[in-house]
């Protein structure tokens, strides 16, 4: 009898395929004896010594088909990759394996349904017309808010005295509890902290924690008020020989992140208009499967905020959307690279690396392991080529409104 595996596939529909997989008896027989063997290794029977179990006192001891989950799981395992690799297809979700049939000295028969991404047919860029967003100028109230960030930022607390000193809004708390650790809460009118409001050193005082389900009694060991520094000493603290020069920098900073912002709008709206005359297909299982995920992270948030509000239907179908065209995006984007054969070079990656480094004033070498002890390097690295591939589209369409 011959060793080959037979595959065939069936197209369901356009993202659905079956594969049913028939290993050949010979194979299934080998499996069987392989594992009879690694058994006899490690089972005990009065009278017989270890590893010289016979396979026909294993089958009377645990019955014949004790083995078949395990050698149908291992022969899965060896031959389903293959299978796959026959297929060259790419999949969208995790193989679903089903056992057909499965007996000693008969071929093992079992099928996977997959869903699988169908090839993006896209768009020629040149046909495509966008509208640039319009861009937005910095105004003082920006850099007003910047400035009131800084100021929290440089803060210094200090300490309220006196036998009138009680909790407002805004102050840090330092609480003891019961088994003697402390910890410092901000009281804020909202919240769990709300409780500390208006009292003094010294009270006790009863929390409610996460859902309301959980309490915890603390004992205020001191109260400390939150002061900001004025414009002068920001400036100072910050490095900036005057307000003005401060606030010229803000402004400056503010400019560059709004041309990123718009940069970045920009190129979103080439990538939608990409995906919009592109035929982008994604498989319903895969965008249902991460929208459950994401419906069950933020339940376990709300869960862990005391908050438990679930979605309406009308805002789970906006998420079911919003996750459609993420992945749309993802495959249009991919597809792009493919054909123009955009790549970012070890060359350019490095050269960002160093520049990034310099700008945070760390070194070149350190950030770079940094990253990757992170795992954020080639996550970082793919950010980057799919910025330079975005670049290449605004080349190639026609952008209504951009400023030259």
């Not at 297929?87 to 007996?103: G, H, K, S, Y």
């Not at 000295?105 to 017309?129: H, M, R, S």
Request: net charge negative; no cysteine.
């Amino acid at each position: 009898m011959g060793t080959t595996v037979r595959t065939t596939v069936e197209a369901v529909d356009e993202t659905r395929r079956v594969i049913r997989v028939e290993v050949p008896a010979d194979v299934v027989d080998r499996k069987l004896d392989e594992l009879y063997r690694r058994v006899a290794r490690t089972v005990e029977i009065p009278g017989f010594r270890r590893g010289r179990v016979p396979r026909g006192v294993l089958e009377m001891r645990f019955g014949k088909d004790f083995l078949y989950e395990d050698a149908q799981t291992e022969l899965i395992e060896e031959y389903l990759p293959k299978a796959l690799e026959d297929l060259d297809v790419e999949l969208a979700t995790r193989p679903e394996a089903r056992v057909i049939e499965f007996e000693g000295g008969k071929p093992f028969t079992f099928e996977v349904a997959v869903e699988v991404f169908p090839e993006v047919e896209l768009a020629d860029p040149q046909t495509i017309e966008v509208e640039a967003p319009p861009p937005r100028a910095v105004t003082d109230e920006d850099v007003e808010r910047v400035l009131d960030e800084l100021r929290r930022d440089h803060a210094t607390l200090v300490p309220k005295e006196g036998d009138d000193a009680v909790v407002e809004e805004e102050d840090v708390v330092v609480v003891k509890l019961p088994s003697g650790e402390t910890y410092e809460l901000q009281a804020r009118a909202d919240g769990f902290t709300a409780a500390l409001l208006g009292r003094r050193v010294g009270d006790q005082v009863t929390l409610t924690l996460a859902s309301g389900e959980k309490t915890v009694t603390v004992t205020i060991d001191g109260i400390k008020r939150v002061e900001l520094p004025d414009d002068e000493e920001l400036a100072q603290t910050l490095e900036h020989e005057s307000v003005e020069a401060l606030k010229a920098d803000v402004r400056e900073r503010l400019k560059r992140r709004l041309q990123e912002e718009h940069q970045e709008a920009l190129r979103l709206a080439a990538l939608d208009a990409l995906v919009e005359r592109s035929r982008v297909v994604v498989p319903d299982k895969l965008v249902n499967e991460i929208v459950e995920q994401e419906l069950e992270h933020r339940r376990r948030q709300g869960q862990g905020q005391g908050q438990g509000r679930e979605l309406s239907e009308e805002e789970i179908g906006r998420l079911r959307e919003a996750v459609r065209r993420r992945l749309q995006r993802d495959r249009a984007l991919r597809a792009f690279k493919r054909r123009e054969g955009v790549q970012l070079s070890d060359e350019e990656f490095e050269k960002f690396l160093k520049e990034e480094a310099e700008r945070r004033g760390i070194n070149p070498v350190k950030f770079k392991a940094l990253l990757e002890r992170e795992g954020q390097l080639a996550r970082l690295r793919r950010r980057l080529e799919d910025e330079k591939a975005l670049d290449v589209l605004l080349q190639r369409v026609r952008v209504r409104g951009r400023a030259q």
